[in-house]
């Protein structure tokens, strides 16, 4: 049997006292990407965003299943220091503390994450208890991370709301936590270190356990899912004025549907929340995710509505600087499979982002900028039973 792993984003197997089960999985998704950008911010370069992943499990008696992942990433040498060009996108600071702005900061490299977790049976059926212990690895707050969800995969940029209340939790020190499955319901609870890991360093620190995370997820069908979180984050920036901690809330929604036998879609619906930080009271995002999947061909997009201050973005306007304004970004993307290989496939392809900011910020950005990119994609995922 088999049970869904909301943090993976793949299904995992249950132990069952009649059958002894050892797996060794490995998955991987990386990007070349050339881009550019319109306006007075924008920049044209090329970058490389990637994560790879190794997991070994095993049963221990009937009821145990003992699970090893790693998650890792070599961002840290193949983006920018400045990041990866992402108008309109905040979050986080460089090694000479500058703050990236108009870009996505590299994620943790090597290690992304590193976790060690008991699940454990109820019985010859599908419910069970997860436990997990991980130097760094995912809170159970936010909806499925960008790089994990099937809408997220075929694009390489994350999210602008992946710090607004959305998957910034994925990255986590110390963590601790559960996930209960009882039928379709599943409650998970998680408590670790607050404070974000520093994206240009290699370091695994550890911390004081001052934060938590309330997930709750109703898989209402195989293709189906809903989820929705809270977390009590504490002094997430340290270096950030006025902060001592953050409210993050989430709402998600996860489906598929097969088209005919060549061709599914499947759509993810977030709202993400979050209250104290960037020195605003609170802020808003919301995002849609698509993906028409065919034999060879896949078009994909993203839409989303969500909230910046000025400040954020480093613009002058006579508005209150710490007061949120909304933005919209619209991304239209396509790829080809060019070809497949023992569960791998490499494909090329190509996105528009059109993005549509209110008159405070169009002075900064030369109007409504716009950006191009053009991609080559390699990914695969390979399971063996040792």
């Not at 990866?84 to 503390?97: A, D, F, K, S, V």
Request: charge should be negative; proline fraction near 6%.
């Amino acid at each position: 049997m088999e049970t869904y792993d909301v943090g993976m984003a793949m299904c995992m197997p249950i132990p069952m006292k009649s059958m002894s089960m050892s797996m060794l999985m490995v998955h991987g998704n990386g990007f070349l990407v050339g881009i550019a950008e319109s306006g007075p911010r924008g920049r044209s370069t090329f970058y490389s965003p990637n994560m790879f992943m190794a997991d070994i499990g095993a049963t221990v008696g009937g009821s145990h299943y003992l699970n090893l992942d790693y998650m890792g990433t070599i961002e840290r040498w193949s983006v920018p220091d400045a990041g990866y060009p992402e108008l309109l996108q905040i979050g986080e600071e460089n090694n000479q503390g500058v703050p990236y702005i108009d870009a996505q900061h590299p994620h943790s490299s090597p290690i992304m994450g590193l976790t060690l977790s008991d699940t454990i049976s109820f019985g010859e059926t599908k419910n069970n208890i997860k436990i997990f212990v991980a130097p760094r690895g995912e809170a159970t707050d936010g909806p499925i991370a960008f790089m994990h969800r099937v809408t997220g995969m075929v694009n390489p940029d994350a999210p602008l709301g992946h710090h607004i209340g959305q998957d910034v939790g994925h990255i986590s020190s110390a963590v601790i936590g559960e996930s209960l499955k009882i039928n379709s319901v599943r409650l998970e609870f998680s408590t670790y270190h607050g404070a974000e890991p520093q994206p240009q360093k290699v370091d695994l620190p550890l911390g004081s356990l001052d934060s938590y995370s309330l997930r709750l997820i109703e898989e209402l069908s195989p293709t189906f899912m809903t989820m929705i979180s809270y977390a009590y984050v504490s002094n997430p920036e340290p270096d950030a004025a006025l902060i001592n901690f953050v409210n993050r809330y989430s709402a998600s929604v996860y489906n598929t549907f097969k088209i005919c036998e060549s061709w599914t879609f499947d759509n993810t619906l977030i709202y993400g929340g979050i209250s104290n930080y960037d020195q605003a009271s609170t802020l808003t995002s919301f995002g849609e995710e698509f993906l028409f999947k065919g034999s060879t061909p896949r078009i994909w997009g993203r839409i989303e509505t969500l909230q910046r201050t000025p400040n954020e973005l480093q613009i002058v306007t006579n508005a209150d600087g710490n007061v949120g304004q909304w933005v919209t970004a619209i991304t239209l993307g396509y790829t080809h499979k060019l070809t497949s290989w023992d569960s791998s496939e490499l494909g090329i392809g190509a996105s528009v982002t059109a993005d549509l900011l209110p008159q405070d910020f169009q002075s900064a950005y030369g109007g409504n900028p716009w950006s191009g990119k053009a991609f080559l994609q390699f990914g695969g995922m390979k399971m063996w039973s040792l």
